[in-house]
C-alpha cells in the first residue's frame, strides 16, 4: 500500500505548484463588455427597419388563396394568424418567407380547418439578430453607432419631427403618447413611444415604415400589431411602439440631419395585393388563371353535358368547357376543381360542389338536352 501511495504524492506534489500559479477565477475580459454594447446597439439600428423590411417580405412571398388577419411583433416574436382555402398555399408563404435574409426559419404552430372549407393557421418567427460587423475595431464601431443616437436636449424636436412624418392624408393617427424612459444601467436610455394609426391600405402603413426606417436619428421597432378594420374594409388599424435610445450627454458635433440611403418606397413597400383582404371563391376571373390544367381546372358551372356513352367500365359523359370551348371525358370519381363527379347515367351527370363560405356541398344534376 506504501508503495502504491508514494508515486501518487509524487504526482500530486508536482501538481501544487501549477495549480497555484492559476488564478482561482478569470475574469470577464474588457472586450466582452465592448461586444455587449456594441451588439446591442447594433439591435436598435437593425429594428429600425425591421418594420419596412416585414411588411414588404410579406408582400412578396404571399401566395394566391391566402390572406392574413394579424401581424403581431413583440421584442423578438413574430406571429402571423391568416387563412387559406389550401395547405399548399399555407406552405409555399412558410418556403417563401423561409427565403427572406432578416428573418429566421418559420415555425408553423397551428393549421386547422373551419367551416367553408378555409384552414385558420398561425406562423411564428424572429427577427435576425444585429446586423453584421463592419471592418472596423468595436472602439470605432461603437462610437459610430452612438452617433447615431438622439441626445437628450433633442427629444422635443425628434419628437415633433415623429408626429409630422406620420400626416398623411390616407393616414389618421389615434394615438400619440410618450412614456417614461426606460433602460437605467446602460449607456443610452429608452424613451418609449406608443403610436396607433387607421390607414388606409397596407400598401400606406409600408410606406410609413419605409419612412420611418430612414429617419436620421435612430427609432426602435418594439412591437407592433396590425389587424383589418372591421368598420372600413381595405382599411387597417396598426398600434406600435418605438424604443428611441438617447444619450444624457453626446459628445463632438451633432451628426447631420440628412437622410440615410435608403430603398425607395417603389421598390420596397408596393405588395401585388392587399395581404389583410380576404378572398372568397367567387373571384372566378381570378381563380381561372390558378387552376391547373385538364379535367382537375374545370368548374362544375361552366360545364355543358354534350352526351352520354356506355363502356365496359360504366358510363362516361362527354362535357365542354363553355370558357375555353374545349371538351373532355368524365367518370364516376373524378375530382374537378370546386367539387367532383358522383354518377353517371344513361340520361344526366350528378356532380357534387363546394359551394364558397359553407360547410356542406349541393348536388349539380346536368341532363342531357331533348332535341
Do not use: C
Not at 66 to 81: E, F, K, P, S
Not at 288 to 298: D, M
Amino acid at each position: 500500500m506504501a508503495r502504491l501511495a508514494r508515486p501518487f504524492l509524487v504526482v500530486l506534489g508536482a501538481l501544487i505548484p501549477l495549480s497555484s500559479a492559476w488564478p482561482a477565477s478569470t475574469p470577464a475580459p474588457k472586450s466582452a463588455t465592448l461586444q455587449t454594447e456594441v451588439a446591442r446597439l447594433r439591435g436598435y439600428q437593425a429594428r429600425q427597419k425591421l418594420g419596412v423590411q416585414l411588411l414588404d417580405g410579406i408582400s412578396r412571398s404571399l401566395p394566391e388563396l391566402l390572406w392574413l388577419d394579424r401581424l403581431n411583433v413583440a421584442g423578438d416574436q413574430i406571429v402571423i394568424d391568416g387563412h387559406a382555402f389550401n395547405t399548399n398555399a399555407i406552405a409555399n408563404f412558410i418556403e417563401k418567407l423561409d427565403k427572406l435574409p432578416e428573418l429566421t426559419e418559420p415555425l408553423l404552430r397551428s393549421a386547422t380547418q373551419e367551416p367553408g372549407s378555409t384552414y385558420k393557421f398561425t406562423l411564428s418567427l424572429r427577427p435576425s439578430h444585429g446586423l453584421p460587423a463592419g471592418d472596423s475595431s468595436l472602439e470605432a464601431e461603437r462610437e459610430s453607432l452612438l452617433r447615431g443616437l438622439a441626445a437628450q436636449s433633442e427629444m422635443p424636436e425628434i419628437l415633433e419631427r415623429l408626429r409630422a412624418l406620420l400626416e398623411h392624408p390616407a393616414i389618421k393617427v389615434e394615438k400619440f403618447k410618450a412614456l417614461p424612459l426606460a433602460g437605467k444601467g446602460h449607456r443610452e436610455q429608452l424613451l418609449p413611444v406608443e403610436i396607433r394609426i387607421r390607414a388606409e391600405s397596407f400598401h400606406v402603413a409600408a410606406l410609413l415604415f419605409d419612412r420611418l426606417a430612414r429617419f436620421p436619428s435612430i427609432v426602435a421597432l418594439d412591437s407592433m400589431n396590425a389587424v383589418p378594420d372591421q368598420a372600413n374594409v381595405g382599411f387597417l388599424t396598426v398600434d406600435f411602439r418605438l424604443a428611441i435610445p438617447i444619450l444624457k450627454k453626446r459628445e463632438g458635433d451633432p451628426r447631420d440631419a440628412g437622410e440615410g440611403a435608403a430603398a425607395t418606397p417603389e421598390t420596397t413597400a408596393r405588395p401585388p395585393r392587399p395581404p389583410f383582404q380576404a378572398l372568397t371563391l367567387d373571384e372566378t376571373t381570378r381563380l381561372r388563371r390558378l387552376r391547373p390544367e385538364g379535367v382537375a381546372g374545370l368548374l362544375i358551372t361552366d360545364l355543358e353535358l354534350r352526351g352520354i356513352f356506355r363502356t365496359s367500365k360504366g358510363y362516361v359523359a362527354q362535357v365542354s368547357d363553355r370558357k375555353v370551348n374545349k371538351s373532355y371525358l368524365l367518370k364516376e370519381g373524378d375530382r374537378l376543381f370546386d367539387g367532383e363527379v358522383v354518377r353517371i347515367t344513361k340520361d344526366e351527370a350528378v356532380f357534387r360542389q363546394q359551394i364558397p363560405g359553407a360547410a356542406e356541398r349541393r348536388e349539380v344534376v346536368k341532363s342531357l338536352k331533348t332535341p
